[in-house]
């Protein structure tokens, strides 16, 4: 039996070595160092040669020994490496001493290694290496058994009761110590991360800084480009919504060649350029551009260019910050311009309409004004007339910005443009008629890959001088709206439109009317007796080239309903519609009709 007094000094070296643990663990030392120091502390207290701290691994299938004392390199490399503690073994011997403290959560003590069972394959091992005894400890963290506290011992022995409780104890701290390191890394990895986060700030900070301050400066679109080129180090060019490239700077020797828009394959899934850049956040690879990266520059939800670079992927985060600041600042940057351009096409709006109307009195004050707005009137002109097939405010804005973007990259003299009547009104200098044609055809096939529905353009002839525009304006005008849509139809010329061509070149409207009256007169005035539709029934007869049924199907009435009409009109005006001659005079009477009704 142990005296209290020769207990007492044991309880103070125990006491003296919990305390120095305890301060080793708030010092946040390595973890393996940490773990040693508590095996070599237990065997001190314990009386025991050597003691281990084994751990569960990552994947909770082993335990291994991750710090220890007294124990030969070769005995680890065996119960680590060589015959592994798994927590499901597949052979017989499952209750193995650190399993059972482990699985079962409660101190395992054996007294003789060779005498007990359980010990399995370790126990020859174990006593070459001199452990003869030995007792196993839960080690726990955070409520979960996480590994096990053994000591061995050279001889037999029994680990009593109160050793039971030292040996918890120092399970305990280094279940403490297994905390206070996960904790301490866990600190150290979001120190890391704060530091790295504040760096990228800073970083995306001086990005924001650098190009706000181009534009602050005044810096154009090339500047605000070639500041990304150099953020990115990449190539980098930026066209508008027609194709127009507006700025473009190399690096390193390459230049971005942003794809041609009008050769663009419309077999893409219906899809425009625009579309396959539309929602890329910011840019976007696609086969149908190799080597390069496009993306949106936006406005709210208006898309107002396309920004290319040279590559084929990007995924670091400073040089996407960088790109998606400079589509910003580009955006703000062709806003800008695009409020300077509107201040001009309103000067020069208020000239068409004077050009168009016929109201010009000073034909030198109006070449004038039209030499201050970059174009001349000294040239003979034609007009081109732009309209959206399906219109509304949307579609027919969108129109309008990109005709004014193609007009814009036109070299001086340049064309007056307008908002007329419902459609894109351009007066256009001419020095070779061919050339006023392909800038039409050019209009139409950039406008058709952007705008839903379809678009129609047509020309006027030349006019010499600025007093003869009205008639030119009037067959554009005329053209978009006496010739029916046909969805693969060229630009509308006034030679292409035969009769109705002629009609709006040559003849003037006044003495058109006197013969719309003969012919068409006599069934209005019908029409507006009766309550019937003469007028619109031989119209609609004459474009289904005298059809009985299918002009009964267009006006939703009986096919005989048809022929009764056509029998009334022929009557009436004392013509047969089965003669050549009357049929051409009537043709030419409903579009003379249409030309005076709405000149």
Same mark, same amino acid.
């Given at each position: 039996m142990i005296s209290p007094a020769s207990a007492r000094p044991d309880l103070l070296r125990w006491m003296s070595a919990i305390d120095e643990l305890a301060i080793a663990v708030n010092q946040q030392r390595d973890l393996p160092g940490l773990l040693q120091q508590i095996a070599r502390t237990a065997c001190d207290l314990l009386g025991y040669e050597s003691a281990a701290v084994l751990l569960v691994d990552d994947d909770r299938v082993a335990l291994r020994i991750e710090g220890s004392w007294g124990l030969s390199d070769s005995y680890l490399r065996l119960v680590n490496e060589e015959s592994p503690l798994l927590l499901a073994p597949e052979g017989t011997f499952v209750a193995s001493p650190s399993r059972r403290a482990f699985v079962e959560g409660a101190p395992v003590i054996i007294e003789n290694i060779a005498r007990d069972p359980s010990y399995g394959p370790w126990a020859k091992a174990a006593q070459e290496h001199g452990h003869h005894s030995m007792a196993a400890v839960p080690l726990r963290n955070q409520g979960e058994t996480v590994g096990t506290m053994n000591v061995y011992g050279g001889d037999p022995r029994r680990l009593g009761p109160g050793g039971r409780e030292l040996l918890q104890v120092l399970a305990s701290h280094a279940g403490i110590a297994l905390e206070t390191s996960a904790q301490l890394e866990r600190d150290r990895l979001r120190v890391r991360e704060l530091s790295s986060l504040n760096e990228l700030l800073r970083q995306h900070a001086a990005i924001h800084d650098r190009f706000i301050g181009v534009a602050r400066r005044g810096g154009g679109l090339t500047d605000i480009a070639a500041a990304l080129a150099e953020t990115t180090d990449r190539a980098v060019a930026v066209q508008d919504v027609s194709g127009q490239v507006l700025a473009t700077v190399p690096r390193a020797g390459v230049s971005v060649r942003p794809p041609d828009w009008l050769s663009w394959p419309q077999q893409?899934?219906? &899809?425009?350029?625009?579309?396959? #850049?539309?929602?890329? +956040?910011?840019? +976007?690879?696609?086969?149908? *551009?190799p080597g390069l990266l496009a993306g949106p520059v936006r406005v709210g939800e208006e898309t107002l260019g396309v920004l290319w670079l040279a590559g084929e992927s990007e995924g670091d985060d400073l040089r996407l910050r960088a790109i998606e600041q400079a589509a910003v600042v580009l955006g703000l940057e062709m806003l800008r311009r695009r409020a300077v351009v509107d201040a001009q096409w309103q000067l020069k709006?208020?000239?068409?309409?004077?050009?168009?109307?016929? @109201?010009?009195?000073?034909?030198?004050?109006? !070449?004038?004004?039209? /030499?201050?707005?970059?174009? /001349? %009137? &000294?040239?003979?002109?034609?007009?081109?007339a732009v309209r959206p097939e399906q219109p509304g405010e949307t579609v027919t804005a969108q129109l309008l910005r990109l005709v004014q973007s193609l007009v814009l990259s036109r070299p001086r003299p340049k064309p007056l443009l307008a908002l007329r009547d419902g459609a894109i009104v351009i007066v256009a200098p001419v020095a070779d008629p061919a050339d006023a044609e392909e800038f039409a055809r050019h209009i139409r096939t950039v406008a058709s890959q952007s705008v839903e529905g379809g678009v129609r353009v047509a020309i006027s002839e030349t006019c010499p001088a600025p007093d003869q525009l009205p008639g030119a304006f009037r067959q554009a005008h005329g053209l978009l709206r006496l010739l029916r849509y046909a969805p693969d139809e060229d630009v509308l010329t006034v030679t292409s439109a035969g009769m109705v061509g002629m009609l709006l070149a040559d003849v003037e409207p006044q003495r058109m009317g006197v013969l719309a009256q003969r012919w068409i007169g006599p069934l209005r005035d019908y029409d507006r007796r009766r309550g019937t539709d003469l007028v619109a029934t031989l119209r609609v007869? %004459?474009?289904? /080239?005298?059809? @009985?049924?299918?002009?009964?199907?267009?006006? *939703? !009435?009986?096919?005989?309903? #048809?022929? %009764?009409?056509?029998? &009334?009109?022929?009557?009436?005006?004392? #013509?047969?519609? +089965?003669s050549v001659t009357d049929l051409t +005079?009537? &043709?030419?009477?409903?579009a003379i009709d249409d030309i005076t009704r709405n000149p």
């Open positions: 893409q899934g219906g &899809r425009s350029l625009l579309d396959l #850049v539309a929602h890329a +956040t910011p840019v +976007t690879a696609a086969p149908e *551009f709006g208020d000239l068409v309409s004077e050009l168009a109307s016929g @109201t010009l009195t000073d034909p030198a004050a109006a !070449i004038a004004r039209g /030499d201050r707005l970059g174009s /001349d %009137l &000294r040239l003979p002109q034609r007009v081109l007869y %004459l474009d289904h /080239d005298l059809n @009985t049924n299918a002009t009964a199907e267009a006006l *939703f !009435i009986h096919p005989n309903t #048809v022929g %009764l009409r056509v029998k &009334r009109l022929e009557s009436l005006l004392g #013509v047969s519609l +089965t +005079t009537l &043709r030419a009477a409903l």
